[in-house]
């Protein structure tokens, strides 16, 4: 009785784990997705780069507002960051154009 | 069901070494149909020990003997509750507990990034079931927790008295959650130094890993330290014990990390330093994990001994080994994008910060191993103990306790001098204030060190308050909210930065705790007769009467103390020390009731400023001819009835035999009895401890601190887009109307810009009107930071 349980167990972890390796799509040749791959990557890089430079300008605007930074400082920084977060988001717009060619 | 345990773990090896095989090979060739196959052999290696794991916890439950490990380590008078905490009590159930919780976790990661980062999480697959394989060959091929026995005992050898402690439950779960959690951001380095991607994104993925394990890991580091309090019957809750640093070096590993990562995620600093923390944090709990089960060191924990040494270095060096190699070759792309702007910023108190922290892991790490390396020179083992380790922590935490205050209030990137004065006036002044008051009404100008720790314990304390008070005060000057609403909603709204000042709070409060218990308190070792007493602190202990219990679990030797001050009664404090039955024969009859394995219930009456805790020591040497002379008799009692017995059937002989068991039970009684009958002087160990239960608040506000951080926040981008394409731009729930309209307002202001400021201002106008086509004006959030 274990045994043939055990041998069910195995049967359903062979069946699960290569499951992948059955489906139809598993044959198509890996150089065409490398390129899908490589530019997914680089957008997934700018959107954690986009989600970071929202954080940091709402950290300098709760700084400002909490007495941290002065009045000018904080034109300066915020102006810098805004700066920052466009050219990630041109940036993102150009990746997500490339993608979608 | 051991046949189907051991399959299990076999099946769980193959599979780990199939899909870290899988994992690789499609990371390389580019098949996503490998890393997928890798990617379900995490899940399936979760399943197969979720069922592994089930299996001996229902041995253990059901107290099956057959098991040689529950054998070992659960008896049938083993509470329910003690029973389920044994499976880990054991090297094999710990291995098992260990690969079950990776493999929990490793699925838990490669569910959230299924759709993210593929070609670092192969890598991180890879190193994840790597780590998964590792673990499941040491249950297979070293400590197999379903080995049995074809005559299983009728009775097991019971837990070890020491692990008879309700925090034992969860202690050590806690430190293999935060270990195994660790190894999440290993492997997620791993695949970015690997795949050469190594800016921001592996860092947001798994900093919720990082903080996870931080925050297991200091609530087991407590639990341990608590147990050690109550249970060890030294006073202390911290004795620089090998094992305890093993969970405290990776533990301030993290908490290095936790805050360095915000450095690389605003600026693009100190990759390379992260990398090499996260790296370190992973190796660290890899060896702490070693110094638990291989007994290398001398350790309060010597219940963890074995001999997994060999496999654990090999392990260790080639975490270390690949890790420096992967750092060292991708240096130019770790290479930092910024640098920083002023000492006189945030990302200058971090850099500092996380410097203090990694000369603790060094020193901790170099005392604790002082004794290895002196012996590996030398020839000679060398003890090491607290006081090798104070001369550098306590400077050390001193310092970090300044910086903890002072980050908070500094702001990224530069400060000038005037805001610098208005950040710092309040909390200089508390914490000068408190070092005047404590100068002038206390004696703590005798230990510098604690008066200096708390002075800065007012000052962080006093930012924190400040911080809280001005993100109050700006969110009320919005919203008009009620002062408990708009802090809720501050928190809420920005739970990392105010989880974090909260834990500030709380490592304060707890090392004031720890600096006022070890500086200023009172023992005292004496020897009392029923009706003496002791003064500890002006306080006057009287041992009033002693006790005694017997039971087929355990004998209980104790004593009643009443405590009292300037002749009023504080408390009364009973205290116990348990001796459990030894199963060697050879001590006699009687002798292994009195011999075996012992432990203590202290008194303890805590209180906010002070506590007052006692063990009793009771020496047992006056009972000792009576008990000798008890095994004579019952030896040669047991000779005789055996010679009767011998031969009947194993339930005939046990019924025969009942009866000389009941005169040895009234034999051991009316020993125990003896030592209220005739009772003579005692040892107690009597402490009068201030500020300790500061510790465990301390404590309690860092786990919730720690809580609020973790607690999981929506994307900023998509929340925006889906505030403003819901409809017009009307204030978000628990926002003024004015925050509604943030996208005006930022336009406007970048309007203002251009007008003052020229093209770069235009820029920014050119990006708010760009962020509100594209993202709902998600860039605009700074508006509504409060």
């Known amino acids: 009785m274990e045994f043939l349980i055990v041998l069910l167990i195995l049967t359903l972890v062979v069946l699960v784990v290569t499951a992948p390796l059955r489906r139809p799509e598993a044959a198509a040749p890996a150089r065409a997705r490398d390129g899908g791959a490589r530019s997914r990557a680089r957008l997934e890089e700018l959107e954690a780069a986009r989600e970071a430079k929202y954080r940091e300008i709402r950290d300098a605007d709760l700084d400002h507002r909490t007495g941290k930074l002065s009045d000018a400082d904080y034109e300066t920084l915020d102006r810098s960051l805004r700066a920052e977060a466009v050219a990630i988001l041109r940036e993102l717009d150009r990746a997500r154009a490339g993608a979608a060619t | ?786």
């Open chain 2, 1 to 786: 069901m051991a046949l189907i345990g051991r399959a299990l773990l076999i099946l769980g090896l193959l599979v780990a070494v199939y899909g870290s095989g899988a994992s690789l090979y499609g990371a390389r060739s580019g098949r996503r149909e490998w890393v997928d196959s890798g990617r379900r052999s995490v899940y399936a290696l979760a399943a197969l020990m979720t069922a592994a794991f089930a299996i001996l916890e229902a041995a253990f439950l059901r107290s099956d003997f057959s098991y040689t490990v529950v054998a070992a380590h659960s008896s049938t008078t083993t509470p329910t509750f003690y029973k389920a905490a044994a499976a880990w009590s054991s090297q094999e159930g710990s291995l098992l507990l260990w690969v079950w919780l990776l493999s929990l976790w490793s699925s838990l990661v490669l569910v959230l990034t299924r759709r993210r980062m593929p070609d670092i999480a192969s890598y991180a697959t890879a190193v994840l079931l790597g780590f998964g394989g590792f673990f499941t060959a040491m249950t297979v091929f070293f400590a197999n927790p379903f080995a049995t026995t074809a005559t299983p005992p009728a009775e097991g050898a019971g837990l070890d008295p020491l692990l008879l402690h309700p925090s034992m439950m969860i202690h050590p779960p806690m430190l293999y959650s935060g270990y195994t959690l660790l190894t999440v951001p290993f492997a997620f380095a791993i695949g970015a130094l690997v795949t050469g991607r190594l800016s921001s994104d592996w860092i947001a993925v798994t900093r919720r890993f990082a903080l996870a394990a931080w925050l297991f890991l200091g609530i087991g580091v407590v639990l341990g330290a608590r147990w050690s309090y109550t249970e060890l019957g030294w006073g202390g809750y911290w004795a620089w014990d090998p094992v305890e640093n093993a969970a405290l070096m990776p533990w301030l590993c993290t908490t290095a990390f936790i805050h360095s990562i915000m450095i690389q995620e605003k600026r693009g600093m100190l990759k390379v330093w992260n990398a090499s923390l996260v790296l370190a944090s992973g190796t660290l709990a890899i060896l702490g994990t070693f110094l638990v089960r291989s007994g290398i060191l001398d350790s309060i924990h010597a219940f963890g001994a074995s001999t997994l040494g060999v496999p654990f270095v090999l392990l260790i060096a080639a975490m270390v080994i690949g890790g420096i190699g992967l750092v060292i070759w991708r240096r130019e792309e770790l290479r930092t994008e910024a640098r920083i702007d002023s000492l006189l910023s945030r990302e200058a108190v971090f850099l500092l910060q996380n410097l203090v922290l990694v000369a603790m892991v060094f020193v901790i790490f170099w005392v604790t191993f002082f004794p290895l390396i002196s012996e590996a020179l030398t020839g000679t083992k060398v003890s090491v103990g607290p006081p090798a380790f104070r001369p550098f922590i306590v400077p050390l935490a001193l310092v970090l306790v300044a910086l903890s205050g002072i980050g908070p209030i500094i702001a990224w990137r530069r400060v000038t001098v005037a805001n610098l004065r208005r950040s710092f006036t309040f909390p200089a002044l508390a914490g000068g204030l408190t070092l005047l008051v404590l100068l002038v009404a206390s004696g703590a100008a005798a230990r510098p060190f604690a008066l200096i720790m708390f002075a800065l314990a007012a000052f962080v304390l006093a930012t924190v308050a400040q911080e809280l008070w001005r993100g109050v005060t700006a969110r009320r000057a919005i919203s008009g909210e009620a002062v408990p609403l708009a802090l809720a909603q501050l928190v809420r709204r920005n739970r990392r930065r105010y989880g974090g000042y909260i834990v500030h709070a709380g490592l304060a409060v707890l090392l004031v705790g720890v600096a006022g218990s070890s500086s200023f308190q009172h023992s005292r070792d004496v020897m009392l007769r029923p009706g003496q007493s002791a003064i500890v602190d002006g306080y006057q202990i009287r041992y009033v009467r002693p006790t005694a219990a017997a039971s087929a679990q355990k004998l209980s030797f104790g004593g009643v103390l009443d405590v009292s001050k300037a002749g009023h009664h504080v408390t009364t404090l009973t205290t116990t020390r348990g001796f459990y039955p030894a199963q060697d024969i050879s001590l006699g009859e009687l002798g292994r009731f009195f011999n075996g394995q012992s432990d203590s219930d202290v008194g303890l009456q805590a209180g906010l400023t002070r506590d007052i805790w006692t063990v009793v020591n009771p020496d047992l040497t006056p009972l000792q001819p009576l008990i000798s002379q008890g095994d004579r008799v019952f030896g040669a009692a047991m000779v005789q009835a055996m010679r009767t017995v011998g031969r009947l059937p194993l339930a005939q002989a046990q019924q025969a035999l009942a009866p000389l068991w009941r005169e040895r039970d009234q034999a051991i009684s009316e020993l125990a009895a003896r030592f209220v009958t005739h009772p003579w002087a005692v040892n107690f160990l009597l402490i009068v401890s201030p500020l300790v239960s500061w510790i465990w608040i301390g404590a309690i506000i860092i786990a919730a601190g720690g809580l609020i951080a973790l607690w999981p926040v929506r994307a900023l981008a998509p929340r925006r887009a889906r505030s403003y394409a819901a409809g017009p731009p009307v204030a978000p729930a628990g926002l003024h109307p004015r925050e509604g309209t943030g996208a005006l307002v930022a336009r406007e202001s970048a309007g203002a810009l251009a007008a003052r400021e020229g093209t770069e201002a235009l820029a920014a106008r050119e990006s708010a009107g760009a962020l509100a086509a594209r993202e709902g004006t998600g860039a605009l959030a700074a508006r509504e930071s409060v």
